[in-house]
């Protein structure tokens, strides 16, 4: 099983991106998805999650700027970021708990894609 993200770039503040991340592999079904970002010297740290059935969360300091989607069919989840801000720049991870067998998660990570953010 892989993720690939991708849809990173440069850009200024106040643009916009849209980051995709796209599993293949053997998969029975996905559970929860999320992205995560990581800026230099600091740690981890959630932005948003979308579990299978609907809902949404947000990091609070994206909530009304980024908006997470996903498409089951396609086992693709998607990072709308508007109105981006230099403290946005970071390596952003995608993360899914993918079933490769019925009852079987796995937790499985993407390699990153960066965002710049320049003011």
């Known amino acids: 099983v892989q993720l690939q993200a991708s849809g990173g770039d440069l850009v200024q503040a106040g643009d916009s991106l849209r980051l995709s991340c796209a599993a293949s592999?053997?998969?029975?079904?996905?559970?929860?998805m999320g992205w995560y970002r990581q800026a230099p010297g600091k740690q981890r740290e959630l932005v948003a999650t979308?579990?299978?059935?609907?809902?949404?969360n947000y990091a609070d300091s994206v909530k009304g700027r980024f908006t997470i989607s996903r498409d089951s069919a396609k086992y693709t989840l998607y990072l709308q970021m508007n109105s981006l801000t230099p403290e946005d720049t970071a390596v952003y991870y995608c993360?899914?708990?993918?079933?490769?067998?019925?009852?079987?998660?796995?937790?499985?990570w993407g390699q990153g894609t960066q965002v710049t953010v320049s003011s």
């Open positions: 592999g053997n998969i029975h079904t996905i559970r929860g």
């Open positions: 979308i579990p299978r059935d609907g809902g949404t």
């Open positions: 993360n899914a708990v993918i079933e490769v067998l019925p009852g079987v998660p796995y937790d499985s």
